[in-house]
């Protein structure tokens, strides 16, 4: 008898798989916009200090930081507010800074310095007014060209970097399919060969196995069309795979699945877990003598979530001196696909490891970080069992 087993924890089912942090160039929130603002500040008392180095006769350390937070300070609100405009997002990049440079440093530069008179209590006046001197406008032409510079290389790089990104993802999700059109066919072909035998000697098993294969083929092409789905359709997938699987090699394998009802909706990619438990049942159960068995648990953790496939099979090569080894080439390429889709997806905290389970069998651990950590994660799980399937 199969059993999935649904254990109650107190966590909320939302604390889990934050998107992977991206930093924002442009910030659209009052936090981000006082953290642009605090490292202009910054720039600008640097460039006041510069120029007061350079120039000492040109005026006092205190004026030239007014003036220049002043107009640094009106430049990248003049720049916030632009990014902004829907008018601008038509543009080329290069038209669009150019722009934003000729709206921006004048306006900056003339707007910013009547603030520094107000700041000062002098009488508001034009820039230059008795006294026109080309240091100042040259100076800050300078530095605005130095920061508009360092933030279109930022637009730049971080533009590559999310075409990166898309190009891995996409590699990513043709190598799912083409892992899927692997594993399908040869799934597919030795369920129907088993169909063929057991429509003659057991009729009951013979529906039995093609309601769970049309339950397991709906699921593979609903999970094709999408890029993630909850854990409880993952499971339900694993659970159809594990029926066929049952159905065909009898009382040879036994399996169990265990879900918390917490994490039933939380997302993840789909199929993370199928390449594992087939590895599983191909390479540890099937080639063995004997019964075995198979068990794939999610838990929560203060970090974010694990999940076990634990089998007890043949288990990996012995070797004292090395990294246990995948059990064959093939179990290879769909570790190392797992281990890939986990670190595009969730980043380098994500990992796959595998480990040797006494006295036999392997234990495959994924890990999926969470971004902020769990309370009442070691709170007295509430066990509900849900009866599913039979041998």
């Known amino acids: ?113 009547q603030f520094a008179f107000l700041l000062l209590g002098e009488p508001l006046r034009m820039v230059g007014f008795m006294s026109v001197s080309l240091i100042p406008v040259l100076f800050t032409l300078l530095v605005s060209g130095v920061g508009f510079h360092y933030y279109a290389t930022r637009e730049q790089l971080a533009k590559e970097a999310a075409a990166r990104s898309e190009a ?77 699987m049952a159905l065909r090699m009898g009382p040879r394998l036994s399996y169990r699945l265990e879900l918390p009802a917490a994490l039933e909706r939380t997302e993840v990619p789909p199929m993370l877990l199928q390449p594992l438990v087939e590895n599983a049942i191909k390479h540890g159960l099937e080639p063995k003598v004997g019964s075995g068995s198979i068990e794939v648990i999610a838990c929560a953790t203060p970090a974010g979530i694990e999940i076990r496939i634990n089998d007890s099979g043949l288990g990996l090569p012995a070797d004292e001196h090395h990294e246990p080894a995948p059990r064959s080439p093939g179990a290879s390429y769909g570790l190392q696909h797992v281990r890939d889709r986990l670190q595009v997806i969730y980043g380098p905290a994500a990992e796959l490891s595998l480990e040797r389970r006494q006295p036999t069998g392997v234990s495959a651990r994924v890990f999926i970080p969470s971004r902020s950590g769990l309370h009442g994660a070691h709170q007295s799980p509430e066990p509900s069992t849900h009866r599913e399937g039979s041998e």
């Open 168 to 244: 891995q993802r996409l590699a990513l999700d043709a190598q799912l399919r083409l892992l899927r059109a692997q594993l399908e066919p040869h799934m597919l072909f030795n369920t129907l060969a088993n169909l063929r035998s057991l429509v003659r000697e057991d009729v009951d098993r013979a529906e039995s196995m093609i309601d769970q294969l049309n339950v397991y083929l709906r699921s593979a092409l609903a999970a094709s069309q999408t890029e993630s789905v909850s854990l409880s359709s993952e499971f339900a997938q694993l659970r159809a795979y594990l029926d066929i």
């Open 1 to 113: 008898m199969h059993r999935l087993v649904h254990t109650r924890v107190g966590l909320p089912p939302t604390m889990y798989l934050a998107p992977t942090p991206t930093a924002e160039l442009w910030p659209d929130t009052l936090k981000g916009v006082l953290r642009a603002a605090a490292a202009a500040a910054v720039f600008w008392a640097l460039a006041a200090t510069l120029l007061y180095l350079l120039s000492p006769g040109l005026d006092t350390w205190p004026r030239l930081m007014v003036f220049h937070e002043c107009v640094g300070m009106t430049m990248v609100a003049c720049v916030l507010l632009l990014r902004r405009a829907r008018a601008f997002s038509r543009f080329q990049p290069m038209a669009r800074w150019l722009l934003t440079g000729l709206v921006a440093v004048p306006t900056g530069f003339i707007v910013g310095h």
